[in-house]
């Protein structure tokens, strides 16, 4: 692989905490802003150094990112002002994309991707650019994931880059967060592909073995989680500690699947999906296990008995997250009790993980402490 010093892949993993956050439209969006909340009580949002996020975890970490400047951390490390990202990201919760998109996208000038994308910059971004992120030093480095079509690598959006180890990196991107949200959560086929134009220069110092013009003009770019489902690849190799939330929903058989070639078709990439999801976590769980990484992975699809905590404060053995984790992977607006529901369940199943993973070698390593939780976000659980 070339290198460039842009390039932050580190040959061993290094001490750090690096948090996942998967796709699953607003169902996942919603599901991560449960996980925040439980990590900002427990002193652990402010101790990230990289968030990796794909599809509907990119609207969540990149609004994230833009306000990570007026979270208002206190001397405990912990956010006061973390409402200001929940607030909008109910907001955009509440706004249907995909289906005016792909209307909008057949009858009017532009393309499906262009319109996701201005519906993302008038609800959340207002013309922020990748430049807006927090730099190194000032908080996690945030790491925005598509898939390059044209490579068949991961490209990565960052403040410090985008590219990928194939076609290269530009340093300093001015791409807009809305555009590489976008690109993040192009669910193929409707939403994908998402044209890319590339007016910056790339880094010299890093040659791929697809520079030339062909690739450097534009990039052809799909969902994030057609490569990686979970965001882990940007993650895994660099930091020795992971946490991963996962929102997607596992794919459900089909007694008489669809034969005509449209339904057949998504069919077949929902399949695709799962696979590439479920090794992503085989991965994860297997390095787990062997003590080649230290961490903790939560899943909407998980029972919380599962995890066997040493205690239940908020009553959540018998409850059933099954309806929440069969909510269509949409970026349909969600009713007002739906949102509620998918942030309680994503805070509880979050406390759970890390109760039982977050060991103590590690919350005095990160000199944190992780007490029972004394309520859910919103009243009524899930």
């Not at 607003?26 to 002193?43: D, I, P, Q």
């Not at 459900?252 to 078709?265: F, L, N, T």
């Amino acid at each position: 692989m070339p290198e460039s010093p842009l390039f932050d892949e580190a040959r061993e993993p290094e001490a750090g905490i690096a948090l996942c956050l998967s796709g699953g439209g607003y169902r996942a969006m919603l599901f991560h802003l449960g996980s925040l909340v439980r990590l900002n009580e427990v002193s652990l949002l402010s101790k990230l150094s990289r968030i990796s996020s794909v599809s509907g975890g990119s609207i969540t970490a990149a609004y994230l990112g833009l306000r990570w400047k007026d979270l208002a951390f206190d001397g405990n490390g912990r956010a006061a002002a973390l409402d200001l990202v929940i607030d909008k990201i109910r907001e955009m919760a509440s706004t249907s994309v995909d289906a005016g998109a792909v209307i909008g996208g057949i009858l009017l000038p532009g393309s499906i991707s262009d319109r996701v994308a201005r519906a993302y910059d008038e609800t959340l971004f207002d013309g922020a650019t990748l430049a807006d992120l927090p730099g190194d030093g000032a908080g996690p480095r945030f790491v925005i994931n598509a898939t390059n079509v044209q490579s068949g690598a991961v490209w990565r959006f960052s403040k410090a880059y985008m590219g990928d180890y194939r076609v290269g990196l530009v340093p300093k991107p001015t791409v807009k967060l809305a555009v590489a949200v976008a690109a993040s959560s192009a669910f193929p086929p409707v939403l994908s592909p998402l044209n890319l134009p590339i007016d910056d220069p790339f880094d010299p110092t890093f040659d791929g073995d697809l520079s030339g013009p062909a690739y450097r003009k534009a990039a052809v770019l799909s969902d994030g989680g057609v490569y990686d489902n979970l965001g882990l690849e940007t993650a895994f190799k660099r930091f020795q500690t992971l946490l991963v939330s996962d929102g997607g929903k596992k794919i459900a058989p089909e007694e008489d699947p669809s034969h005509d070639w449209a339904r057949h078709s998504i069919r077949v990439l929902d399949i695709i999906d799962n696979q590439v999801r479920s090794l992503r976590k085989r991965q994860l769980i297997d390095a787990f296990e062997e003590r080649a990484r230290t961490g903790a992975y939560w899943g909407i699809r998980t029972l919380y008995a599962d995890y066997a905590a040493p205690s239940d404060p908020l009553g959540c053995t018998h409850r059933d997250p099954t309806a929440l984790a069969e909510i269509p992977t949409r970026l349909q607006a969600l009713p007002d009790p739906v949102q509620e529901k998918l942030i309680n369940w994503g805070y509880a199943i979050t406390d759970a993980a890390l109760r039982v993973h977050f060991g103590q070698d590690l919350r005095t390593m990160y000199r944190v402490t992780i007490p029972d939780p004394t309520s859910f976000p919103y009243p009524g659980g899930y």
